[in-house]
Structure formats: structure tokens, C-alpha cells
């Protein structure tokens, strides 16, 4: 099935750092492509949805300003985040979909933020 | 977005098949039905999705009621690695984009 690689797996860091999260499509073309944070016990919550070329669209509640996505080309989006502060420590996860609707997200493994 | 309903939790031995439930009686015409499942510290991995007609792949069936308001996920002989958070999302490109609303899904679990 396809592939979604997101780097890195795990990081730790000191407040004030911004954190740039990588997802690649490693065997499609990436069209559109989505990224979700989840606490601990929680459902995944959808914060913003890019489209190759495009600028991002964010969900309610999640300032764009903090949570950098660029998404240049078909297989790379990249969710920065920046000034973290503790209350950002989560687990992100992005996902990403082909050229036609309808079809299933591929996921990747998620990375799991830690801000001290 | 349209919503689901699933039970919280259910439990199921291993090598018997499970069924997993999902309530839907809001969903529209173009709403795609998908099943997702979450393993513990993983992202979560595509099962099955389905339309109107019920659908059989590698990994489990969708068996979809004839009015679209429900669902069930067959997983036809469970094994230890099925335990996990199963979560059934509306989703279309019309509706939502294709964006998926995760709602608290189900988290079976599976004894030896």
C-alpha cells in the first residue's frame, strides 16, 4: 500500500524552539495532505488541510501563525512549529491523499513532541 | 460534518470473528463510509471504505445496511495484532473535502 514517511519520530526540546515536522509521499503524488495533533487518550483532531502550491487551510481554533505549513511540492508538506511551548507537547501526525477524491489518507507514524 | 456513534469498547477471543457497529442515521448521499484503525503510538492505518454496496479486502468486510444509517466492520478472525482503536468516519469530497472528523472510535481488544 502507499507510503507516508514523517520525520522525525520523536523530539525533545527547550521552550522557545520551533520544530519543523517533515511528511513525505514516498509512492504517489501527494495532491493534498492534512495534519492532526492527539493527546494523550484522544481522538485526533484535524488542524489544517494543504494543497500542493496552495496555501493552507486551518481549522477553527488553530493559529496559523504558530503552525507553519508548507506544502511545495507533491510529496513534502512540512508542519513547523514555532516559539513551542510546553502546552504544544503532542503527538502530530500528517496524512496525505492522491489526485482523486474519495480514496483513503495515508498516515504516517506520527511524531511525538515534548517541549520542556 | 455528519456523525457516527460507536460503542466505546469490545472485547473478542482470538481466531473468532468480530463485529464492529457504527451509527450513521445522518448521512448523506455523497458520504463515503471509512473505516480507520490506530494502533498505540502509531498513526492510523486504512481499513476499508465503502459507499453503498458492501466491500471485502484483504484486511476485513464492510457490510453496509440498505438505508445507510449503519454500518459493521467484519474482521473475520481476529488475531492479537487487531487489538486497536477502530474508528468509522463520513467523509466525501462534496461534504467535507475529504477532510475526516475523528470521533472517539471503538477499542477492541482481543484475547489470547
Known amino acids: 500500500g502507499a507510503v507516508v514517511s514523517q520525520h522525525p519520530s520523536r523530539v525533545i526540546c527547550k521552550s522557545g524552539t520551533s520544530v519543523k515536522i517533515e511528511c513525505r509521499s514516498l509512492d504517489f503524488q501527494a495532491t493534498t495532505m492534512f495534519w492532526y495533533r492527539q493527546f494523550p487518550k484522544k481522538s485526533l483532531m484535524l488542524m489544517a488541510t494543504s494543497n500542493e502550491g496552495s496555501k493552507a487551510t486551518y481549522e477553527q481554533g488553530v493559529e496559523k501563525d504558530k503552525f507553519l505549513i508548507n506544502h511545495a511540492s507533491l510529496t513534502l508538506s512540512t508542519l513547523t512549529v514555532t516559539s513551542a511551548h510546553p502546552e504544544d507537547s503532542s503527538f502530530y501526525i500528517c496524512?496525505?491523499?492522491?489526485?482523486?477524491?474519495?480514496?483513503?489518507?495515508?498516515f504516517g507514524d506520527g511524531t511525538r513532541l515534548s517541549i520542556l | 460534518d455528519a456523525k457516527t456513534t460507536q460503542p466505546n469498547s469490545m472485547e473478542s477471543n482470538e481466531e473468532e470473528p468480530v463485529h464492529l457497529p457504527c451509527n450513521h442515521s445522518t448521512i448523506s448521499g455523497t458520504d463515503y463510509i471509512h473505516w480507520y484503525r490506530q494502533l498505540p503510538s502509531q498513526g492510523p492505518e486504512y481499513v476499508i471504505h465503502?459507499?453503498?454496496s458492501n466491500v471485502n479486502n484483504r484486511m476485513a468486510s464492510l457490510a453496509i445496511a440498505e438505508d445507510r444509517k449503519s454500518s459493521t466492520l467484519i474482521l473475520h478472525r481476529a488475531t492479537l495484532r487487531d487489538a486497536a482503536v477502530y474508528y468509522c468516519?463520513?467523509?466525501?469530497?462534496?461534504?467535507?473535502?475529504?477532510?475526516?472528523?475523528f470521533g472517539e472510535g471503538t477499542q477492541l481488544t482481543v484475547n489470547p
Open positions: 465503502g459507499l453503498t
Open positions: 468516519i463520513l467523509s466525501s469530497e462534496e461534504t467535507s473535502g475529504s477532510r475526516l472528523t
Open positions: 496524512s496525505a491523499m492522491g489526485h482523486y477524491s474519495n480514496q483513503p489518507q495515508h
